[in-house]
């Protein structure tokens, strides 16, 4: 569908699903602890969040009852890398500085930084809904970015400078490993902070991968040949 010419849709302000502060009582239990439920006119939601030191994790499921378009108009400056993991059905997303639209559909996945919190997204109606999003503090993620290679470099400056970064628009279907992943952190089997320690770590796995399919694309979009060392 073009979203774009679906015609009647509820707005919603993004903070009352959402809201920016996260209540002290989910901090660092290492579960999945209910942070919002929604049983509206439009629709419901349930929303549940996991909160680590650099990394927060949030977990969306329900049904979406009317075209709805969720607006964020927040004015505060965004701090963290924000991963969006489709696992049933579709949204489509305008972000402030980003060249076209960001179309999501069950099974795919990326990942955004940016500044400026204004943006819009689309849900269609009569569609259930189940995604992961997970957030990690952008000081924390440029610690995991080397500098001896270029492209590794190249985003890290942008990063810490404070500029939009984001991942492949052409190649985000989840692998294999990333359904695994996602597995492994709904249903991680420790408790305490050795479920913690595992959850960051898949997180960080999550990472590793949608870096692997960016830099994928754009060695496949650079015409130059490629020194073996840096291929390697």
Same mark, same amino acid.
């Given at each position: 569908?073009?979203?774009?010419?679906?015609?009647?849709?509820?707005?919603?302000?993004?903070?009352?699903?959402?809201?920016?502060?996260?209540?002290?009582?989910?901090?660092?239990?290492?579960?999945?602890?209910?942070?919002?439920?929604?049983?509206?006119?439009?629709?419901?939601?349930?929303?549940?969040?996991?909160?680590?030191?650099?990394?927060?994790?949030?977990?969306?499921?329900?049904? *979406?009852? &009317?075209?709805?378009?969720?607006?964020?108009?927040? !004015?505060? @400056?965004?701090?963290?890398? $924000?991963?969006?993991?489709? %696992?049933?059905?579709?949204?489509?997303?305008?972000?402030?500085?980003?060249?076209?639209?960001?179309?999501?559909?069950?099974?795919?996945?990326?990942?955004?930084?940016?500044?400026?919190?204004?943006?819009?997204?689309?849900?269609?109606?009569?569609?259930?809904?189940?995604?992961?999003?997970?957030? *990690?503090? &952008?000081?924390?993620?440029?610690?995991?970015?080397? !500098?001896? @290679?270029?492209?590794?470099? $190249?985003?890290?400056?942008? %990063?810490?400078?404070?500029?939009?970064?984001?991942?492949?628009?052409?190649?985000?279907?989840?692998?294999?490993?990333?359904?695994?992943?996602?597995?492994?952190?709904?249903?991680?089997?420790?408790?305490?902070?050795?479920?913690?320690?595992?959850?960051?770590?898949?997180?960080?796995?999550?990472?590793?991968?949608?870096?692997?399919?960016?830099?994928?694309?754009?060695?496949?979009?650079?015409?130059?040949?490629?020194?073996?060392?840096?291929?390697?």
């Amino acid at each position: 569908k073009d979203f774009q010419h679906m015609k009647n849709f509820t707005s919603v302000s993004y903070s009352e699903i959402l809201p920016n502060t996260i209540p002290a009582n989910t901090q660092l239990t290492g579960d999945f602890m209910e942070l919002n439920s929604i049983n509206c006119d439009w629709g419901k939601l349930s929303i549940s969040h996991l909160s680590l030191p650099d990394i927060s994790l949030v977990k969306f499921e329900g049904k *979406v009852q &009317r075209n709805l378009r969720l607006e964020n108009r927040d !004015e505060y @400056e965004s701090s963290t890398v $924000d991963s969006c993991i489709f %696992l049933e059905g579709s949204v489509e997303s305008d972000f402030a500085g980003l060249q076209g639209r960001m179309s999501m559909r069950k099974g795919m996945q990326n990942f955004i930084y940016k500044p400026e919190t204004i943006d819009d997204h689309y849900v269609p109606a009569q569609e259930g809904l189940k995604l992961l999003h997970f957030s *990690v503090d &952008r000081f924390y993620y440029a610690t995991l970015l080397c !500098e001896k @290679e270029k492209w590794s470099a $190249d985003l890290k400056e942008r %990063l810490l400078n404070k500029k939009l970064i984001y991942g492949s628009m052409e190649n985000m279907q989840m692998s294999p490993q990333m359904f695994q992943i996602v597995n492994d952190v709904l249903n991680c089997p420790l408790s305490g902070n050795l479920r913690n320690l595992m959850i960051e770590a898949k997180v960080i796995e999550f990472i590793a991968l949608q870096l692997n399919q960016l830099v994928k694309e754009n060695y496949s979009q650079t015409p130059q040949k490629i020194k073996s060392s840096d291929r390697d």
